[in-house]
C-alpha cells in the first residue's frame, strides 16, 4: 500500500517539507482555487505537478474533482458541466495523474457538529452530535419536517441545548457544519443555507440516483478511455441531513453503483470512517465485497453512541476492525499482483486525525493536523508491516 497525506496546497498551514518528514510517498489534493464546474487547466495541473514532484512526492490522487450541484440536481447547462468534468480528466491523464476521488453528496461533504470535541489523555477531535444537529435543522433552521428525522429523546436534549446555547454557541455550530467544504467556494449564513436546500425539493432518492447514473454514463466512458480510476467517496455521514437524500452509504448502494457502469475505471474511496459511521455496516466485509473496485483508501475510525452520534477515535482505537480491513486491501492488492495488473498498489492516507501536542498552535484546516495523522499514519504503517511480515 501506498502512504499518501491529504495537502490543500495554498490553504494548508502544512507545508510539503513538513510532510516529507511523515515518511509518506504520495500527495493527495486538488486545485481548491478553481470554481466548481470550471475546467482545470492544462497548465495550472502540470504547476500543481511539479510543486509536489519537486518536493519529492508523487501526485498520487485528485481529491476532488467537484462535482457542481446542477448535475446532483440534473438543472442547468449539464451538456457543458459533463464537457467541462471530461476535459478536466483529459488534462489531468495528460500531465500522469490518473486516480480522482470525488463524491455526490448533494451541498455539504463531511458534516460534523463539533470541531474540538475533548477526547481523553487530552486533544482534540471532530464529533457529530445528533442532539446538536438536530437543534440546528430544528430551531435554526427551522426545517419543516426535521422533527421526524429524530427520536423524541434526541428532540427533548435539542430543545434544552438551543435554550440554553448562546449566540456564540449557535453560530459555532454553523461554522462546525460549515467547515466540511475546505477549499469550497459556497458558504452558507442560515438564509442562504435554506435557499440552496430550496434548490434540493423534490429530489429524493431515487432522481438522485437517476442523476448519478446520468453522471456516470456521461463521464466514465471517458474516463475508462483515459486509464482514470475513478472513486466515489461515501456519504459522511451516511445517513440523511437537512433532508436530503444520501446514496453511497452502504454496501447495498456500492453494489448498485459499481452495477450501473461496470467497468473498473467505476470504482471506490474505501473510507472506513465514513461507512463505520452507519451501525449496520461491516466495514471489512464492505470492503471485501468491492474489492477489486477499491482504486483508494481513508483509513480512519470512529466510535459511535446509541442516539446516532459518532466521533473520531484513533485509527486502531474505534468501532472498526481496522487490522482485518487493512488485510481485506493487502489481500486484494496481491490478488491483483497475481493477475498482473498495473494497479496493484492502493493508495491510503490517514484521515482525520486527533488535534494534539503542537497542532494546538498552528492554523489548520479543520479535520487535518500534522501530529494527529502523523500519529495514525505511524500505527496504520504498523499494521501493514505486521500483517506482511506474516
Keep these: 500500500m501506498l502512504e499518501t497525506w491529504r495537502w490543500y496546497g495554498q490553504f494548508d498551514g502544512i507545508t510539503l517539507p513538513e510532510i516529507a518528514q511523515t515518511g509518506a510517498a504520495g500527495i ?70 490518473h486516480v480522482i ?64 446555547a448562546s449566540e456564540d454557541d449557535r453560530d459555532q455550530l454553523l461554522g462546525a457544519i460549515m467547515s466540511g467544504l475546505p477549499g469550497a467556494f459556497d458558504r452558507y449564513d442560515i438564509n442562504g443555507l435554506r435557499v440552496a436546500l430550496q434548490r434540493y425539493e423534490g429530489i429524493n432518492r431515487a432522481v438522485l440516483r437517476s442523476n448519478y447514473k446520468r453522471f456516470m454514463a456521461e463521464v466514465m466512458p471517458a474516463a475508462a478511455d483515459l486509464g482514470v480510476r475513478m472513486c466515489v467517496h461515501p456519504d459522511d455521514p451516511p445517513r440523511e441531513i437537512l433532508g436530503l437524500p444520501r446514496i453511497v452509504s452502504d454496501g447495498d448502494d456500492m453494489a448498485w453503483i459499481a452495477g450501473a457502469f461496470d467497468h473498473p475505471a467505476n470504482g471506490f474511496t474505501l473510507c472506513s470512517g465514513s461507512l463505520g459511521a452507519n451501525p449496520r455496516n461491516d466495514v471489512p466485509a464492505i470492503a471485501r465485497s468491492v474489492a477489486n473496485r477499491i482504486h483508494f483508501a481513508h483509513l480512519r475510525n ?33 490478488r491483483r499482483r497475481t ?50 511480515a506474516l
Design 302 to 334: 470512529v466510535r459511535k453512541f446509541p442516539d446516532g452520534s459518532f466521533e473520531e477515535a484513533a485509527h486502531l482505537d474505534g468501532d472498526t476492525d481496522m487490522v482485518a480491513l487493512i488485510r481485506v486491501l493487502l489481500d486484494e492488492e496481491n
Design 28 to 97: 493527495v489534493t486538488a486545485l481548491h482555487e478553481i470554481p466548481y464546474g470550471e475546467i482545470w487547466p492544462r497548465d495550472a495541473i502540470a504547476a500543481r505537478k511539479r510543486q509536489i514532484t519537486d518536493a519529492g512526492f508523487k501526485w498520487s490522487v485528485v481529491e476532488s474533482l467537484p462535482v457542481h450541484e446542477d448535475i446532483k440536481r440534473g438543472t442547468g447547462d449539464l451538456d457543458r458541466l459533463f464537457a467541462n468534468y471530461r476535459q478536466s480528466l483529459a488534462n489531468l491523464a495528460a500531465e500522469g495523474v
Design 101 to 164: 476521488c470525488y463524491n455526490f453528496m448533494p451541498l455539504l461533504d463531511w458534516t460534523r457538529t463539533e470541531l474540538a470535541a475533548p477526547v481523553a489523555r487530552g486533544g482534540t477531535c471532530l464529533r457529530f452530535s445528533a442532539e446538536r444537529m438536530a437543534a440546528f435543522e430544528i430551531h435554526m433552521l427551522g426545517r419543516a419536517a426535521a422533527a421526524d428525522d429524530y427520536p423524541e429523546d434526541v428532540r427533548a436534549k435539542a430543545a434544552i441545548w438551543f435554550q440554553q
Design 339 to 388: 493477475e498482473g495488473r498495473t494497479d496493484d498498489t492502493i493508495p491510503f492516507r490517514p484521515d482525520h486525525g486527533h488535534v494534539l501536542l503542537s497542532d494546538f498552535d498552528r492554523d489548520l484546516v479543520p479535520g487535518y493536523p500534522l501530529i494527529g495523522r502523523l500519529r495514525g499514519l505511524a500505527e496504520l504503517r504498523g499494521v501493514i508491516h505486521a500483517i506482511n
